[in-house]
């Protein structure tokens, strides 16, 4: 951190650097999903059988980075001051590390907790046909989808993103931080494949890509599984009766062989 503080400006770090970061962390975590649909690797973990065509995964990669290029960026460049007034630093000595781990636990909680909210509100009918549709283009998910919408819902719950960070004004390491484990955890969430390994078999709570993989092949008005990251919000609200009903038939068959 101290050479890239001594070398570059506060607002290159946080515009041009948070972007170069995201798009990397996007991409390497996201194209695995394409290759293994296509090499027919671990096709034992795959969630639905479908496969998508070569055509409609690079035509995916083609308007990401249109969409990250002409509406990510820009939103980056606008929004700086606006973090910078609420408390955004890059100066050094970094926080203790209790201080970072308390306020990325507050961004995993608020972020579900509007995204949930902003998510119900994308499948009513004008704004799902509109705009919503798009990012449901793709019923057989993979790593890459997850950022794959309209220009306006990338706005829209983009905000429920940068809500925390807006609210607390971190350290830029944190907020980078921040960064990286949300990309991580939905492109995880539409991967399209439940590994032993996937965190959803280790983490009370979380979905993951079984969980937001049965959003995507559900028809819009009756697939539920609103939330991003976590399974309570769609529990109290009881919007995830057709997942249950779905998993408790699953078990049924299972333990029938």
Not at 209 to 217: G, I, L
Request: contains cysteine.
């Amino acid at each position: 951190m101290q050479y890239l503080i001594t070398h570059f400006s506060e607002f290159q770090l946080a515009t041009v650097g948070t972007f170069l970061i995201h798009e990397s962390v996007f991409f390497l975590s996201g194209l695995p999903s394409i290759y293994f649909e296509r090499s027919g690797l671990f096709s034992e973990y795959k969630i639905q059988k479908k496969s998508n065509t070569s055509e409609a995964q690079e035509k995916c990669i083609v308007r990401l980075v249109l969409y990250h290029v002409c509406v990510n960026l820009p939103v980056m460049l606008v929004s700086y001051p606006t973090f910078r007034f609420m408390g955004l630093r890059s100066s050094l000595p970094l926080p203790h590390w209790s201080v970072i781990i308390s306020q990325i636990i507050f961004y995993f909680i608020l972020e579900d907790f509007v995204f949930y909210w902003g998510h119900r509100i994308l499948h009513t009918k004008w704004l799902y046909k509109h705009v919503h549709s798009i990012h449901h283009e793709y019923a057989t998910p993979f790593g890459l989808t997850s950022e794959y919408a309209h220009p306006a819902e990338i706005l829209f719950l983009g905000f429920a993103t940068v809500v925390g960070p807006a609210l607390t004004g971190p350290h830029l390491f944190t907020l980078w931080l921040w960064m990286i484990l949300r990309v991580l955890e939905t492109v995880e969430a539409h991967s399209g494949y439940h590994f032993p390994w996937s965190p959803s078999n280790f983490l009370p709570l979380y979905g993951g890509a079984d969980f937001h993989d049965y959003h995507h092949r559900v028809l819009y008005t009756k697939s539920g599984n609103y939330a991003s990251t976590f399974v309570y919000m769609d529990w109290l609200f009881g919007t995830d009766k057709g997942y249950r009903k779905l998993k408790a038939v699953e078990e049924v068959e299972g333990k029938n062989y």
